[in-house]
């Protein structure tokens, strides 16, 4: 190869050499096309897929007849659309009804799932649904509904079914452009409807004779946990171990956020990792002990077999969520690599777990939990591997390996997570790093054992011991949080960057870590232009809500807000995505909007501005058209005035939360509701998106 070739093949040339590695890069690639997916503004249709499969199709052939260096190329492409494709056929698979109205009566279901919501109060999740007068294909597959009014008269368990008098609507929308979509992840949960009863709920049928086992195993070991440790101690360790969190306060989970310590309750990577780590090891120098056994059996992989087994269990017990599945699939891929002979923790070793989520639960990708654990693995694999070779093996005495591991991992963990964390949760916890290293011990040392201990002797009644020792680490973890939590400037605000600035810094950094040779330096220039994009990052100066109710205005202390009450959902999102740390009230007082609660008037930009909201809203447009600029209408206007700008609640409705921007020009507005996706259902009318447009150009 020379002359002008040389230049142009060079870098098909660095892939050929590199092929020994390039397997890590397939769950890259697969990822880049899971998220080409998701971020298209419309459903692809069959057309598209076809074409998808086709392509494939060509690629593989290029892969096997066509030139050696053309290989490389050919199967990155492929993983890319296969990563599309896997997407499309997952949606295709869960696709349930959704409530397309608000509902109000009678709410008939299963219990799958108890948990509680935000205001503290209980919630189930329903399955095998029915509503009054509603077809049964046309009946959400699951429905979610918080119990207002308690369940005074009523143990509600897993596999009872019950009817309630509730409210349904479909799961909201982001509450602002580019916000999380919990529609989105209802979807790929089949939950078709969220609402909520302020009766209490009757049990009409007790829970069949085998169904629902897990779930009531879980029920049942949970309150057995709960009766035994008393307090909110006995919620954590239930929550920590079984993942049923329906006794932990609103108070607790907020101390455990505001300390970087929420991630001990989600039953992910460290948990799974604890409790198949501690079977793993009891059992192999266990049998060891035993010499007749140890000479004649290889211990290490009947170890591996029993700790892949009690994993397989404690996923089903768990609840089998995306965070629980992802640890499973890393610890089975590590404990069959040991039955293989293989290193059981290595990079190929996540890359298979990665692929293996990504074609079966590709919606995982845009989840917190996948993000962090994925780069924590990554980077704690990498850390270890290089130190491995220097600092471990000649500067480190053994006494001290214990401390030194857990000081690294948990600072190569906190660095790798947090640009992570700030991005999705809006905030960093200044002490965090303190508050892990008091506690995660715990978890290995007493919670996890506690639990297997517990387990084992709980037949002959001899489970003291280990309920103590759950006990014993969940109260320390708890009042660590409460401490942590209680510090001044425990929690920084994080403002919400762009989108494309966690996609460019991942990808940074997977080239720094994952590619080899002096290359690897580039990964320094998607990581910092990630960087630069967060700092330059611009919030929305306007935020309508998709019902009108409540307007956020940005200004010298912050958003203020039109309301002290009301769409408090929607105000603790606007102002966390800010940043901002201060309650609705505190936002509500902040100076920018001035007269009665139903009127508001404030600035945009040049332009003046009124909220119209409550009784006889509608009836006062035309004099508050009169005196300005822009008038938003809590209700739908029945003729608007010549010369005035109106959004009112028809418009809303097609385009859910409204961000404006003041311009030279006039406003830009922008739809929060704008993709038509299966989670979104249609979006704006055409004649909607022009008169957006014609509105900005007013």
């Keep these: 190869m020379h002359g002008w070739l040389a230049p142009l093949l060079a870098p098909l040339v660095a892939l050929q050499e590199a092929r020994g590695r390039l397997f890590l890069w397939v769950p890259v690639l697969l990822a880049l096309g899971v998220g080409t997916w998701f971020a298209l503004p419309w459903e692809p249709g069959l057309g598209l897929y076809g074409a998808v499969v086709g392509l494939i199709g060509a690629l593989v052939l290029v892969r096997l007849f066509g030139p050696e260096l053309s290989a490389p190329p050919a199967v990155a492409a492929a993983c890319i659309l296969l990563g599309f494709l896997a997407a499309g056929v997952r949606a295709h698979l869960v696709a349930a009804p959704v409530l397309d109205f608000r509902y109000y009566g009678p709410i008939e279901g299963r219990i799958v799932e108890i948990d509680r919501s935000q205001g503290d109060d209980l919630r189930l999740t329903l399955d095998r649904v029915v509503l009054e007068r509603m077809d049964p294909d046309e009946t959400p597959a699951r429905v979610r509904v918080s119990l207002h009014g308690g369940t005074p008269d009523l143990a509600v368990e897993p596999g009872l079914t019950v009817g309630l008098t509730g409210h349904l609507t479909a799961p909201p929308g982001p509450s602002e452009p580019g916000g999380f979509d919990f529609r989105r992840a209802a979807f790929f949960d089949r939950l078709g409807a969220v609402g909520y009863a302020t009766a209490p709920a009757l049990a009409l049928a007790p829970a069949e004779p085998g169904a629902q086992r897990i779930n009531r195993l879980r029920a049942d070991l949970s309150a057995a946990v709960m009766a035994r440790i008393p307090g909110q101690a006995g919620a954590f360790a239930s929550g920590a171990v079984t993942g049923d969190r329906s006794g932990i306060s609103q108070a607790t989970v907020q101390d455990l956020r505001n300390s970087n310590l929420s991630h001990l309750l989600a039953i992910s990577g460290m948990n799974m990792a604890f409790i198949t780590g501690f079977v793993f090891a009891a059992l192999r120098y266990g049998l ?3 010499p007749p056994l140890a000479l004649r059996v290889n211990t290490k992989k009947v170890a591996a077999v029993v700790a892949l087994a009690v994993a397989g269990f404690y996923l089903a017990l768990s609840g089998s969520n995306v965070a629980t599945e992802r640890a499973f699939v890393m610890v089975a891929v590590m404990l069959v690599a040991v039955l293989a002979d293989r290193r059981a923790l290595s990079l190929r070793t996540v890359a298979i777990a990665g692929v293996l989520l990504l074609l079966l639960q590709p919606e995982s990708l845009l989840s917190p939990g996948f993000q962090m654990s994925f780069a924590a693995t990554i980077a704690l694999i990498a850390a270890f591997a290089a130190l491995d070779r220097g600092i471990l093996r000649e500067r480190v005495p053994r006494w001290a390996m214990p401390l030194f591991t857990l000081v690294l991992s948990s600072v190569v963990a906190g660095l790798v997570t947090a640009p992570f964390g700030a991005a999705h949760f809006n905030r960093f916890t200044d002490y965090g790093l303190m508050a892990n290293l008091m506690t995660v011990p715990a978890m290995g040392m007493f919670i996890m054992p ?52 966690l996609p460019l810094m991942t990808l940074g950094a997977l080239w720094a870590l994952l590619w080899q040779g002096r290359a690897r330096a580039l990964g320094a220039a998607p990581l910092v232009l990630g960087l630069v994009l967060w700092g330059l990052s611009v919030r929305p100066p306007v935020l309508v809500s998709g019902d009108g109710i409540l307007v956020g205005m940005m200004g010298p202390q912050g958003r203020a807000l039109s309301a002290p009450k009301g769409a408090r959902f929607v105000a603790s999102s606007w102002l966390q995505d800010d940043g901002d740390l201060i309650d609705q009230e505190g936002a509500a007082a902040r100076p920018g909007f001035a007269g009665p609660p139903g009127e508001r008037r404030f600035r945009l930009g040049a332009l003046s501005a009124v909220q119209l909201k409550g009784k006889g ?43 404006i921007w003041p311009t030279a020009d006039g406003l830009r507005l922008v ?22 447009a014609a509105l900005g150009r007013q």
């Design 288 to 290: 060891a002990l035993v």
């Design 450 to 501: 506690g639990s297997v201990i517990a387990a084992l002797l709980w037949p002959i009644g001899l489970e003291g011991v280990g309920l103590w020792m759950m006990g014993f680490g969940s109260q320390w973890i708890l009042a660590v949080a409460a401490w942590v939590a209680g510090l001044n400037g425990s929690v920084t605000g994080i403002p919400a960057p762009d989108w494309q600035v």
């Design 617 to 659: 809203a509608a009836d006062r447009l035309a004099a508050a058209c009169a005196s300005a600029d822009v008038v938003i209408l809590a209700a739908r206007a029945p003729q608007t005035p010549p010369g005035c700008t109106v959004i009112d609640a028809d418009m809303l409705r097609g385009t859910g939360t409204l961000a």
């Design 671 to 692: 739809a929060t509701d704008a993709a038509r996706r299966f989670w979104t259902g249609p979006g704006p009318k055409p004649e909607l998106t022009d008169r957006l």
